[in-house]
């Protein structure tokens, strides 16, 4: 049987990593893989983290199963943390999931389950595994578009004249901040026009937030994603804990369903509690417990707060120091787009060409879309890579 099988492409952000760690130049730069990484290169365990690990390996009595959906208190505290009051909570159907992938497929096959003819509208570019899972999962793609390779600012014009094109059988994907891959975001107007199109179609909004606090605060990051909970009908968003909690391979995000009423917070709750059980019955826990003991805690959840707003300050900072290099090294001010991105990454505009000789002359790795890691930086190899960018000519 298995002879049936075909090769599959290999991913290439982890080719990209083979290829780093292979290449003996001392002073290489990694901005490929989506990894937070401080100032020495380290992905740190935050110290919330480790404090509520101790905790919990005091307290913690059995390993039995959580319920289908995870532990309640979970999802009541993800809820407040990126709902707040935008909604009541009693339309809010929660399903823990393994990462903010899994809420993400999760959340396809809800759709498929809901109407088997939807469609997903997809930001061009958006993060390269929502279209392989989509077409794992034989759900039709449209693009629409959002980022202007010129300006290296959002596409609103053509994002909206793309948007024109959905139905009611439709449904719009998008990021709830700190775009992955290019780091331009909706401003809260934009946001606004977005939802009243979203309104007159009758399309279901999917928001993926997996960077909330990294980009201009937890507030300010979870605005859009309220605005679109509140003013429309339905809507799913797909949360990870990933970046903001530091604790990648524990694997913790969340599915919510928000309802029109508590009605149908109950059918989507049922749903998601089965959908959970015939993919992997009951999802992870210890992420999950640990960031409900964090939000839960004043004292825990103060030291998360501002260990997450010094990594965000930091990524700022290097923003800044990215584009006053390049403007100094360039007599240009047209990178001045990085400082005004937010998040993790940035898309250069550059071509996979310039990328290719970007890794080949100057040891700068990142992904063939010109999108790079401003976290993989340091004060230090900033004006290495400002130096890289103005002599491959970007």
């Known amino acids: 049987m298995f002879e049936h099988l075909k090769e599959q492409p290999a991913d290439k952000i982890l080719a990209l990593m083979e290829a780093f760690k292979a290449d003996p130049r001392d002073n290489k730069i990694d901005l490929g893989v989506g990894v937070y990484k401080d100032a020495d290169g380290n992905t740190p365990i935050m110290a919330a983290i480790k404090q509520a690990e101790k905790q919990l390996w005091e ?38 999931t393994p990462g903010g992938t899994g809420a993400v497929r999760q959340a396809f096959d809800l759709v498929r389950m809901a109407n088997p003819k939807a469609r997903i509208f997809v930001s061009d570019p958006t993060w390269p595994n929502h279209l392989s899972i989509l077409k794992h999962m034989g759900i039709e793609t449209v693009a629409y578009r959002y980022f202007d390779n010129e300006t290296r600012a959002v596409d609103f014009d053509g994002m909206m004249a793309d948007l024109a094109q959905v139905t009611g059988d439709d449904v719009v994907l998008l990021h709830g901040c700190c775009h992955n891959p290019t780091g331009a975001n909706l401003n809260l107007s934009q946001w ?62 969340l599915l919510m369903a928000v309802a029109r009423d508590a009605d149908g917070r109950k059918l989507n709750q049922g749903t998601l509690n089965y959908l959970n059980r015939q993919n992997y019955s009951f999802p992870p826990d210890h992420g999950a417990r640990l960031v409900t003991m964090v939000l839960s805690d004043a004292e825990l959840r103060a030291s998360w707060q501002a260990e997450l707003e010094e990594m965000r300050t930091g990524m700022l900072a290097l923003r800044e120091q990215l584009a006053t290099e390049l403007q100094r090294l360039s007599g240009s001010d047209r990178f001045g787009f990085l400082a005004q991105h937010r998040g993790m990454f940035s898309r250069l505009g550059a071509t996979p060409e310039q990328v290719a000789r970007m890794r080949e002359d100057h040891g700068v790795y990142m992904v063939g879309d010109s999108r790079l890691n401003i976290a993989g930086l340091n004060r230090n190899s900033v004006p290495i890579l400002a130096e890289a960018i103005v002599k491959t000519g970007i």
């Open 59 to 96: 307290a913690e009595t059995t390993k039995s199963y959580t319920g289908l959906a995870g532990d309640p208190g979970f999802a009541d505290a993800m809820v407040s943390l990126i709902l707040g009051e935008a909604v009541p909570r009693d339309t809010v159907a929660a399903a823990a």
């Open 192 to 253: 606004r026009e977005v939802v009243a199109l979203l309104n007159d179609k009758g399309a279901l909004p999917m928001i993926d937030i997996a960077y909330q606090g990294f980009g201009d605060g937890l507030e300010e990051d979870a605005a859009g994603v309220r605005l679109v909970a509140s003013e429309t009908p339905e809507c799913l968003i797909a949360a990870s804990c990933s970046k903001n909690f530091g604790i990648y391979r524990e694997r913790t995000g």
